[in-house]
Structure formats: C-alpha cells, structure tokens
C-alpha cells in the first residue's frame, strides 16, 4: 500500500497538474496566433509592390515571427517534460503498480507529436506567407 501524500507533494502534484494543462492549452493558443500574425503579415504585403523593401521586411518578418514560434512551442515541451516527470515521481511514490495501471497514470510517455505537428503547421505556414508575400 502506498503511503498517504504530504501537503507539500499535493501542492507540487496539483502544480504539474495546472501547469501541464495551461502548457497543453497555450501551445495551441500560440500556434493560432502564429497564424494571425502571418495572415496580417499578407494583409499588409497587399499595400506593396512585389520587390520593394516593404515586401522584403514582411517576409524576414515572417521568419521571425515562424522563430519566434517554434522557440516558444519547444521551450513549452520541454516545461511539459519537466512537469511529466514530476508526476512520474508522484505516481512511483504514491500509487502502486496496479494503481497506475487501473487507473492509467502514464506520465512517463513522451507526446512530442503534438509539439511536432503544431511546429509543422507553423513552418507551413510562414513558408506560404513568405511565398504569398513574395508573389504579391
């Protein structure tokens, strides 16, 4: 039998929890912004002529912007990982093998093809910016 969790590792428990969900929800919350961005990005490229100065600042722009996103979309993965692992030590601790399995406490599976997949949709998208740019 598992001993019974002290305040100090339910507060650390409930933290990873929080923090992995409010995680979860900003990755997919920075990939639409990144889309917002890029989208006003080709908004604005409609006021320039195709090889001006403008059109060339909105299209290192839009590399910037596609940076940004992925520095933050992977810094956020690696915050998912660390908090993961906090739980995995909980669930060691606090819960029997059994436990674990019924109640499929897994925190110890890496799930980096979301960060993979939101990452693919930026780079998609700030190539089809900077080629929409480019081609108004």
Known sequence: MASEMKPHVSQAYKDACDNLIYLKKEQFQVTNYTWL??????????????GTVG?????????????????????????????RNRLAHVYEDYF??????RLGLDAKSKHRYISAILSFAVVVATAFTAWAVRQS
């Open 37 to 50: 961005v890029l989208a006003a990005l080709y908004i604005l490229s409609r006021k320039f002529t195709a």
């Open 55 to 83: 059109n060339d600042l909105l299209i290192g722009s839009a590399f910037v912007v596609g940076i940004v996103s992925l520095l933050v979309l992977w810094d956020f993965q690696s915050s998912i990982e660390r908090f």
């Open 96 to 101: 029997t093998k059994g436990e674990c399995e």
